[in-house]
């Protein structure tokens, strides 16, 4: 049988190896582009200067370096309508205290419409009451019940407290399995897109760090009037309030620069927790 070009170049490599003490007698699949740059940038002796190419597919190879297929998305969707299903996640406390002393951030999503609410927390025990309190205004707010909540499974959502709540108030709870991130993916990605974002407005503005609170507010309220759900061409806000949003307000052309913009924004979103008199005795 004919041995693939990588391996015959690979068995010149073995001798120089040094001797580890186990012995080592497995002939390393290097690639091609690999090979490539040793013969073109002359950092190996004995190797014909030419150009090599795939001659045929090692199995070997395409057994060895394989890698998992991403999932596809799913036809049916998990809600069919709103509050139908709310993924839950608490951040882990940020390096720099927010200006009232907030440290968490409890990240709600709604499996339906996508639409994203953000709380503060001081401490993470206060997550539990701030759950409490949201399911209760939420449902009464939009007149529709929250039928299942999905969460992490670790002691801040997994305790007899919130259970026993839950049993009360007919709310069925999911946990994903333990060190799998992959399961909570909805949260997971929410988060990235609002620290990017926050992070972006933090810099631009030329804003202090412990105004990342503010920050995070700012991106969760523009993404919920922005960003385009794929499978109904709505906008969050739509799809949870049944109206379209005007954003009129937010034009930027009665500022100076993008900057000033970018600050009063933090300053007057309606998640605000800061005034422009904290930011002075802040600074």
């Given at each position: ?8 170049f ?7 190896l ?8 497995v002939?390393p ?16 002796t004995?190797?014909p200067?030419?150009k ?7 199995l070997?190879c ?8 991403s ?5 049916v969707?998990?809600s069919k309508?709103?509050l ?7 951040w882990v406390?940020?390096?720099i ?8 951030v ?5 499996d339906y ?9 001081i401490s993470?025990d206060?997550a539990l ?11 009464v ?6 039928i ?5 499974n ?8 919130i259970?026993?709540y839950?049993?009360?108030v007919?709310?069925s709870d999911?946990?994903s ?11 997971k990605r ?11 407005m ?23 009037r ?5 499978r109904?061409d ?7 309030n049944?109206?379209k ?5 937010l034009?930027?052309s009665?500022?100076s620069?993008?900057?000033e913009?970018?600050?009063?924004m ?10 422009e ?7």
């Amino acid at each position: 049988m004919k041995w693939p070009l990588h391996l015959q170049f690979a068995s010149r490599l073995v001798p120089l190896l040094p001797n580890l003490g186990y012995g080592i007698n497995v002939y390393p699949h290097l690639n091609f582009d690999t090979i490539n740059d040793l013969a073109k940038n002359n950092l190996v002796t004995g190797l014909p200067k030419f150009k090599y190419h795939k001659e045929h597919l090692c199995l070997s190879c395409e057994q060895g370096k394989s890698k998992k297929v991403s999932h596809p998305p799913k036809p049916v969707p998990n809600s069919k309508q709103r509050l139908h299903l709310l993924h839950m996640d608490l951040w882990v406390p940020m390096r720099i205290e927010s200006i009232n002393r907030k440290q968490y951030v409890l990240v709600i999503v709604d499996d339906y419409s996508h639409y994203t609410w953000v709380h503060f927390l001081i401490s993470k025990d206060k997550a539990l009451e701030e759950i409490k309190i949201f399911l209760k205004k939420i449902t009464v707010l939009l007149q529709a019940p929250v039928i299942i909540v999905k969460t992490k499974n670790n002691t801040v959502f997994k305790n007899q407290v919130i259970q026993e709540y839950f049993n009360s108030v007919g709310i069925s709870d999911q946990y994903s399995f333990v060190r799998t991130p992959q399961q909570n993916r909805v949260t997971k990605r929410r988060n990235r897109t609002l620290v990017e974002a926050a992070r972006t407005m933090l810099i631009f503005s030329y804003a202090p760090l412990f105004l990342w609170a503010e920050a995070i507010a700012t991106a969760c309220y523009t993404q919920n009037r922005s960003i385009i759900h794929c499978r109904f061409d709505k906008i969050p806000y739509e799809l949870i309030n049944g109206r379209k949003q005007d954003i009129s307000f937010l034009t930027p052309s009665k500022f100076s620069n993008a900057a000033e913009y970018h600050f009063v924004m933090l300053l007057h979103s309606p998640y605000a927790q800061v005034t422009e008199n904290d930011i002075k005795r802040g600074i």
